[in-house]
T-cell receptor, first 114, second 111 residues
Framework: GALVYQYPRRTICKSGTSMRMECQAV??????VAWYRQSPQKTFELIAL?????????EQNFTQEKFPISHPNLSFSSMTVLNAYLEDRGLYLC??????????FGPGTRLTVL | GEKVEQHESTLSVREGDSAVINCTYT??????FPWYKQEAGKSLHFVID?????DRKQSQRLTVLLDKKAKRFSLHITATQPEDSAIYFC??????????FGSGTRLLVSP
């Protein structure tokens, strides 16, 4: 079956430092990967969408300079939170899909910023 | 762009009763409407979905209704159980790859 893994599952970083999170699709080809953030007590906001053979598209309020994303092949994507501050804390979800099929979500990376 | 509104922020029902969660969307081009469940401290789990070529889909105790004219869709849970307690998110996707989530409904099923 189709599975999406994310690691680390939890991470703590000091304010002003950066942390990288990874997403791996197993059992299907991740032609598109979406990264979401759920801040405390809020819904899931789309950060950016990466589609094979297209430029990575960032949503308003999110930039490549702050959240650089790599999607080098059809099974892997990574995102870094640069210069993390308190407002960056939350659950970061990776959602991957093949073509127009159902989007599969990973378990998320929970980021705590001290 | 697409906006999804989830009307009930919390919903409390007694075990065995039915629960209904309602959502509306703005983009007439949206064609896929998934529902997800998030238990306390955990990630999202897919629950059920509906595509715009049908107006009803049922899976065991879950039914999704879609009213394209009103741009409204709803999740109906029958014979609720305490383990149904969670936050439920509706979402909508247009022809592209972007999925927009509602704000979530906290469902509490009391014994």
């Amino acid at each position: 079956g189709a599975l999406v893994y994310q690691y680390p599952r939890r991470t703590i970083c000091k304010s002003g430092t950066s942390m990288r999170m990874e997403c791996q699709a197993v059992g299907f080809q991740a032609t598109s990967v979406a990264w979401y953030r759920q801040s405390p007590q809020k819904t899931f906001e789309l950060i950016a969408l990466s589609t094979v053979n297209s430029a990575i598209k960032y949503e308003q309020n999110f930039t490549q300079e702050k959240f650089p994303i790599s999607h080098p092949n059809l099974s892997f994507s990574s995102m870094t939170v640069l210069n993390a501050y308190l407002e960056d804390r939350g659950l970061y979800l990776c959602g991957a899909r093949e073509g127009d099929d159902e989007q599969y979500f990973g378990p998320g990376t929970r980021l705590t910023v001290l | 762009g697409e906006k999804v509104e989830q009307h009930e922020s919390t919903l409390s029902v007694r075990e065995g009763d039915s629960a209904v969660i309602n959502c509306t969307y703005t983009d007439t081009a949206s064609s896929y409407f998934p529902w997800y469940k998030q238990e306390a401290g955990k990630s999202l789990h897919f629950v059920i979905d509906i595509r715009s070529n049908v107006d009803r889909k049922q899976s065991q105790r879950l039914t999704v209704l879609l009213d394209k004219k009103a741009k409204r869709f709803s999740l109906h849970i029958t014979a609720t159980q305490p383990e149904d307690s969670a936050i439920y998110f509706c979402a909508a996707k247009t022809g592209g790859y972007k999925v927009v989530f509602g704000s979530g409904t906290r469902l509490l099923v009391s014994p």
